[in-house]
């Protein structure tokens, strides 16, 4: 029973895995680095953990496969709480006024485009382009 349910939990997560947006874990700094390095653009998603909207996204369409890969290719994506951690000051440095907020940046932080509310699977994609 134990090595069946270990089949199972390992296909699910090979199934699992490259599906939706990857999202990277790290600093601005960092994901700017990676960006210049990748020759990708920075895409960040400003959310709270209060915003109704953007938990349909996260939960809904960032988990899509055809809207990760219309991500993964061209971006560095970074999911940014406007509220904690360096939140704030992006926050400011990019004039968020509401949630969600996704943004489109250089990787020197030269904005590119900054779309507000919820985006469903179709529009999420013609953003890329």
């Given at each position: 029973?134990?090595?069946?349910?270990?089949?199972v939990?390992?296909?699910?997560g090979?199934?699992?895995?490259?599906?939706?947006?990857?999202?990277?874990?790290?600093?601005?700094?960092e994901?700017q680095?990676?960006?210049?390095?990748?020759?990708?653009?920075?895409?960040?998603?400003?959310?709270?953990?209060?915003?109704?909207?953007?938990k349909?996204?996260a939960?809904?369409?960032?988990?899509?496969?055809?809207?990760?890969?219309?991500?993964?290719?061209k971006?560095?994506?970074?999911?940014?709480?406007?509220?904690k951690?360096?939140?704030?000051?992006?926050?400011?440095?990019?004039?968020?006024?509401?949630?969600?907020?996704?943004?489109?940046?250089?990787?020197?932080?030269?904005?590119?485009?900054?779309?507000?509310?919820?985006?469903?699977?179709?529009k999420l994609?013609?953003?890329?382009?």
């Amino acid at each position: 029973m134990k090595k069946l349910l270990f089949i199972v939990f390992v296909f699910i997560g090979i199934n699992s895995f490259g599906q939706g947006i990857e999202f990277f874990h790290g600093t601005f700094a960092e994901a700017q680095a990676k960006a210049k390095a990748e020759s990708k653009e920075i895409f960040m998603d400003f959310y709270t953990s209060w915003c109704a909207p953007c938990k349909v996204m996260a939960k809904k369409y960032f988990v899509l496969e055809s809207v990760g890969k219309a991500f993964n290719k061209k971006f560095v994506c970074l999911k940014i709480d406007g509220e904690k951690g360096e939140g704030p000051k992006l926050v400011k440095k990019y004039g968020i006024k509401s949630y969600p907020t996704l943004v489109f940046i250089k990787e020197n932080g030269v904005l590119i485009k900054k779309v507000q509310g919820l985006q469903n699977e179709q529009k999420l994609i013609q953003l890329t382009k």
